[in-house]
């Protein structure tokens, strides 16, 4: 085997093939492998680095926030019926292929973000496509598509994401301006592509984000049609995290 087979395997975009196909030879010769048996093991390493590109990739586009992953994520503050909701998504992503939501309502601090971001990173690995805005981001960006004539432009090209995590709903101003893009973006995605919403308010209160009655029920409607809906209680835990590290430096000092 000479290094012309390095330039046809360059050519043929076959960089896994490139790394590996000389360091296997030698051990197809060692162990009496096939040719199929060699051309087999090849195509795996060519999976494997294909797969390793692609998540690290889309990690890097989707803007998941670092170290937010399930492995980080305490479980056991949750109630019982939010673990199984939450084991149901992660054992089963088919949701994210049928545009199902899964909308995440709590009180600031109860994890919302982070199980957000965790079933991110899930996705991802899972090769499902994800991307990731605060909500005044995402508003802001679909007003500037809708001032330049792009709104249609700018939502289909988000499309490519099968799932789109909107962070801190309530935070988007109610104005016209800004809730009305909010609203056309949520209708774009019925059933169509998947939504990761987090919200400090109950439904109750949705009201506080839509200018009126009809456009916050149509939009409700529109996302629980079909959703998983966790809803987090109890307290802060970055307040929580934030109490034990001062009791902590006080035992230390003491």
């Known amino acids: 085997m000479n290094d012309s087979v390095a330039l046809l395997l360059k050519e043929l975009r076959l960089p896994g093939f ?145 799932v789109i995590i909107v962070d801190d709903i309530g935070y988007v101003k109610k104005t016209d301006a800004e809730t009305h893009v909010l609203f056309e973006f949520i209708a774009h995605r019925y059933e169509s592509g998947s939504l990761i919403i987090t919200a400090n308010q109950p439904f109750s209160e949705w009201d506080k984000i839509f200018p009126d009655s009809m456009m916050t029920v149509a939009a409700i409607d529109r996302l629980i049609h079909h959703a998983t809906i966790i809803e987090l209680e109890g307290e802060s835990y970055r307040k929580k995290h934030q109490l034990e590290q001062i009791k902590r430096k006080k035992k230390e000092t003491t």
């Open 18 to 162: 490139v790394r590996h196909y000389k360091s296997l030879w030698e051990k197809a010769v060692e162990d009496g492998w096939s040719h199929t048996d060699y051309l087999s093991a090849l195509c795996e390493y060519e999976i494997s680095d294909r797969y390793d590109r692609r998540t690290h990739k889309w990690k890097r586009e989707a803007q998941l926030q670092t170290g937010k992953t399930f492995t980080e994520f305490d479980v056991s503050r949750l109630s019982k019926n939010n673990k199984t909701s939450l084991a149901k998504l992660q054992q089963d992503m088919e949701w994210s292929h049928h545009a199902d939501n899964v909308l995440l309502i709590g009180p600031s601090g109860t994890g919302k973000t982070h199980i957000a971001s965790a079933l991110g990173h899930a996705l991802i690995e899972k090769g499902v496509r994800c991307k990731s805005f605060p909500a005044i981001g995402l508003v802001q960006l679909l007003q500037q598509a809708k001032r330049d004539l792009e709104l249609m432009t700018v939502m289909s090209r988000l499309d490519k994401y099968q």
